[in-house]
């Protein structure tokens, strides 16, 4: 294979190759609509008209109707600038020598193209992120298993009708036995779906005609055969007609749903109300939905990883003494070589039950079928939204999704900052965040080379900026005079004050820590130390002193055992004004718990008080800190 000096090296998806070459087509048929017949004749001024041509969408004159997104310009630069990338494989036509299309600025900074250029995918907003993961959870662990027996059910219903025999001439009395037996067991007949209603009327039925949304497909099949012909009709009409009054028409699905458990836990509901064929199928569907969206959202995993997840490609692990491990077999698309590298996930329980209960919902399917396939996640979560913000979602309980975009690539950014940003993330009410961090650093062990090696890249460069964005504002707080609390306090203020003495001789004036790339630097090595505890900050600059590890007797350890922090007696923690709610949470529910205490309970009530006269001194000595401190001087000044 030959290779050029500025040629790709990425391997290429077959849906991106083909939309390079058909932005290459119409790059080629536009300089030939402006009579340039020559790759050599190409110079900056077509560049420029061609892009301003495509940037808009037209109407049929050729006026600019809507201005295209910057990522659609980006393809459209991209496709002229490769042909000078591989101009040495033209032997016919090419560019002239030494020409580059825009003086050899990349595509993203020709067509504006912020979210090529800088890579910023926002995380799903958290009024949309909470709502929606919890009613995913709830299909899956609550609707999934009724979904999954009515659609059985549904499917087996039509393997069995297409087994039955066609026939042309037909035994009235079997028909007119199914219509008796209906009337005896006051038993209605099913009815038809919505569209086959709308087919019929088409057909020339009358709106009024009292058989009109009868199924009599399931008369014929209830009888024995496969299909209801119309002309039977002209024999049958009147003892149907007599017998639909008798005992009606209704959906012939779920009329004995079993109860279930509010999503918002205000008592029990059917899991559905009565449902016609179409129906089940719908909500098959988005069942399927949301075991996507919680296997994306729990694991990371990209959309080309999720499409080439197969049926039976989940297993469990069980060491003796361990716990079960939750393991996914899939390929890793992005970057690879055509057809994709097979990987392996470790995930938490709630993604294998999901993947569980979306190979349940294809039980025609073989184990080697896609489990997910193609999918388009900006089509799909629309319907889910709705259903959950419908008559069926509220009745079930469940909280309202807002409008807003949810994207694959959102909902790993959500993923990834979530977990650096524990324990106070989003997912902290609904799913255990040290979990799934255990199940991606497990994963990362066993194949440190996978695709889970790349997300804990990705929360590792979150906890840097969280890190440093905590020390910002810490920082900031203390030039306020907001000076923190705490056994390591005095360390940290030396810290800033040794800070704002090297701006001093700088010179600077009072830069902001947000901007100044010369204080970031600074604060960097010491942001690196910063480990977030519950109600505190864990400085772990020097581990001999780490009261932590001196309790567990492993004071060489590099990592603080929060489990084990007692962030009044550490000399490398800090409390600040942040920390007080859970403080004064904590303090509300010792004298609730003094309070029910009884005069007997003497060693019990003498813990809780010494715990609650912590708690309080604590909460004190934040606002002391707040309050009382003087304002250091202003670097610069």
């Known amino acids: 294979m ?71 310009r980006c393809q459209v630069a991209v496709a002229v600038i490769e042909i000078a990338l591989y101009g040495e494989l033209f032997t016919a036509d090419r560019y002239r020598p030494g020409f580059k299309p825009w003086a050899g600025r990349n595509a993203a900074t020709v067509s504006h193209n912020r979210s090529q250029a800088e890579n910023k995918t926002p995380p799903v907003p958290a009024e949309i992120f909470q709502p929606m993961l919890t009613a995913a959870l709830y299909f899956v662990d609550v609707l999934g298993p009724h979904i999954t027996a009515a659609e059985q059910t549904r499917l087996a219903e039509i393997r069995q009708a297409n ?58 099949q209830a009888a024995g055969y496969r299909q209801f012909y119309g002309r039977w009709l002209r024999t049958l009409r009147s003892p149907i007609e007599a017998a639909a009054a008798a005992v009606g028409v ?25 449902l016609r064929a179409r129906g089940i199928r719908d909500l098959t569907n988005l069942a399927r939905t949301a075991c996507l969206l ?57 993604v294998f039950r999901a993947v569980d209960l979306a190979g349940e919902l294809r039980p025609d399917d073989g184990p080697e079928a896609l489990l997910f396939g193609r999918f388009q996640l900006d089509w799909l979560y629309p319907k ?41 993330g989003l997912l902290a009410a609904k799913v255990h965040l040290k979990h799934i961090s255990v199940a991606t650093t497990e994963g990362y062990a066993s194949r440190p080379g996978g695709a889970q090696a790349k997300l804990l890249t990705e929360i590792g460069k979150e906890e840097e900026e969280r890190n440093l964005t905590l020390l910002a504002q810490a920082y900031e707080d203390y030039q306020r005079g907001v ?57 772990f600059s020097d581990p001999s002193r780490a009261l932590c590890l001196k309790l567990a007797g492993t004071p060489t350890a590099d990592k603080p055992l929060a489990g084990m922090c007692d962030s009044t007696r ?7 004004p942040c920390h007080r709610p859970v403080w004064d949470g904590q303090a509300r529910t010792l004298k609730v718990l003094l309070g029910g205490l009884s005069r007997r309970q003497k060693t019990e009530r003498d813990r809780l008080e010494a715990e609650l006269t912590r708690v309080e001194t604590v909460i004190t000595d934040i606002d002391a800190a707040a309050s009382t401190a003087p304002a250091p001087r202003q670097s610069g000044s």
């Open 163 to 220: 087994l039955l025999p066609t026939v042309r001439s037909v035994d009235d009395d079997r028909l007119m036995a199914v219509v008796r037996r209906h009337v005896e067991e006051k038993r209605p007949f099913d009815a038809l779906p919505d569209d086959h209603v709308h087919r019929r009327l088409r057909q020339g039925w009358r709106p009024d005609d009292p058989l009109l949304a009868v199924n009599l497909n399931r008369i014929a």
């Open 294 to 350: 919680v296997t994306a959202a729990l694991s990371g995993m990209r959309s080309g990883e999720l499409m080439e997840l197969r049926r039976d490609d989940h297993y469990s692990t069980a060491n003796r003494g361990e716990p079960v491990r939750c393991r996914l077999r899939s390929k890793v698309i992005k970057g690879q070589p055509l057809g994709g590298t097979h990987d392996e996930w470790v995930v938490t329980e709630e």
């Open 483 to 539: 000076r923190p609390a705490g056994p390591g306090a005095r360390d940290l203020v030396d810290f800033f004050d040794t800070v704002d003495g090297k701006l001093a001789i700088r010179d600077a004036g009072a830069p902001k820590l947000t901007s100044d790339r010369a204080v970031r630097n600074l604060m960097m090595k010491r942001a690196a130390t910063l480990h977030l505890g519950a109600a505190n900050y864990c400085w």
């Open 570 to 576: 550490c000399p490398q923690a800090t409390h600040h």
């Open 2 to 72: 030959r290779r050029f000096a500025h040629a790709y090296r990425t391997p290429r998806n077959l849906l991106t190759c083909k939309n390079r070459l058909e932005q290459m087509r119409r790059w080629f048929n536009w300089l030939t609509f402006r009579g340039v017949t020559q790759l050599s004749q190409v110079g900056d001024q077509h560049c420029a008209e061609h892009l301003e041509h495509r940037s808009y969408r037209r109407d049929s004159y050729g006026h600019p109707i809507a201005a295209l997104s910057a990522t659609t």
């Open 250 to 274: 209704h959906s012939g699905w779920a009329h004995d749903a079993a109860m279930v458990i509010r999503a918002d836990g205000a008592g029990e509901v059917p899991w559905t109300l009565p």
């Open 384 to 424: 889910l939204r709705r259903w959950v913000n419908g008559p069926e979602g509220q009745r079930l309980g469940l909280a309202p999704i807002p409008d807003g975009p949810v994207t694959m690539r959102m909902l790993r950014r959500t993923l990834a900052m979530e977990l650096a940003y524990r324990p106070g």
